[in-house]
């Protein structure tokens, strides 16, 4: 008979990618999941649910300050505590030279990635403050640390993710509360195996083509599968010693 893991988790954005993988992964440990998000994490919820798992799910657009609060109230009423919050929200959207980026597409890119991940943490640290701590897992990028082509909004968010962790772990911990932040570098989602089978389409070249150009870039040769980040999730989500870290899992990404 599995034991229950008595530690609640928040997680934000886990219906797809990495969140996707993380969310199957804490089911297995016998983590309590709470879900919030979208679309995706919704129809994703509702098939665990209606497979008999004890997850609950929360609907927000987590860029809406009111929808964040809101929600974090609606959640008070049936969970007294949250052990630990993953913040996924992300995304880069656009591919463009500066001089062709528009402002509102920069402002979205900031509000996705940035925007949520402040609002989110501030109610998440404010609920550990009164609850005796917990530990928040935020994600960077490499491309928070080095410019990638066209990606000027992503990586100016990313970056603010990675300074955003200081602050968090430097005023949460009076509290208990540890906060630290996984940067990636390129991860093989569904969304970038879509990405390369329509560039090896256009180009005329195999799957296998495309992605071994992509892993050529990488000092070991090789691109992160999903399952890979897990290992170190679980490890922030439980550590008291290891604070207002950055750390990325790249293969070496950003060396290379
Ligand atoms: N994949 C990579 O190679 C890679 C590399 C470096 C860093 N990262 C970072 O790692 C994290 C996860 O990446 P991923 O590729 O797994 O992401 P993904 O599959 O693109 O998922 C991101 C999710 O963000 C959610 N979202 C967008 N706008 C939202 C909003 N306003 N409110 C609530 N949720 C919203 C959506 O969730 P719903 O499903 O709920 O609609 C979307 O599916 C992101 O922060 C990403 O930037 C990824």
């Known amino acids: ?34 879900g919030i998000g979208q679309e995706n994490s919704k129809k994703y919820f509702e098939d665990l649910i209606s497979k008999g798992s004890q997850v609950k799910f929360f609907e927000c657009d987590c860029t809406i300050e009111e929808e964040v609060e809101n929600t974090f109230k609606e959640m008070k009423k049936s969970i007294p505590k949250i052990d630990g ?5 992300g995304g880069s959207f656009y591919s463009k030279a500066i001089t062709e980026l528009k402002f509102d597409e920069y402002r979205k890119v900031i509000s ?4 949520s991940a ?34 000027l909004p992503y990586g100016v968010a990313k970056a603010g993710i990675h300074a955003m962790t200081w602050f968090f772990a430097q005023e949460g911990s009076k509290d ?13 989602t569904e969304r970038h195996a879509q990405d390369i089978t329509k560039k090896a389409e256009k ?11 992509i892993n050529s870039k990488n000092p070991l040769k090789q691109s992160l599968h999903p399952n890979d980040i ?8 439980e550590t008291q010693h290891i604070q207002g870290q950055i750390i990325r899992v790249d293969s070496g990404q950003i060396l290379g």
């Open 1 to 34: 008979m599995n034991t229950v893991n008595q530690k609640t988790i928040l997680i934000a954005a886990p219906g797809s990618g990495i969140g996707n993988s993380i969310t199957s992964q804490l089911i297995k440990d016998n983590y309590k999941v709470v």
């Open 85 to 89: 919050m993953i913040h996924l929200i």
């Open 112 to 115: 996705v990635n940035l925007d």
């Open 118 to 151: 402040f609002l989110l943490g501030r109610e998440t640290l404010r609920w550990m403050q009164e609850t005796d701590g917990g530990n928040i897992v935020l994600f960077g990028s490499t491309t928070g640390f080095k410019p990638s082509n066209k990606k």
């Open 176 to 188: 208990g509360v540890i906060t630290n932040t996984i940067s990636p570098g390129y991860v093989m």
């Open 203 to 213: 180009t005329e070249k195999t799957f296998e083509e495309v992605l071994q150009g």
């Open 230 to 237: 897990y290992p170190l999730v679980k490890l922030l989500l």
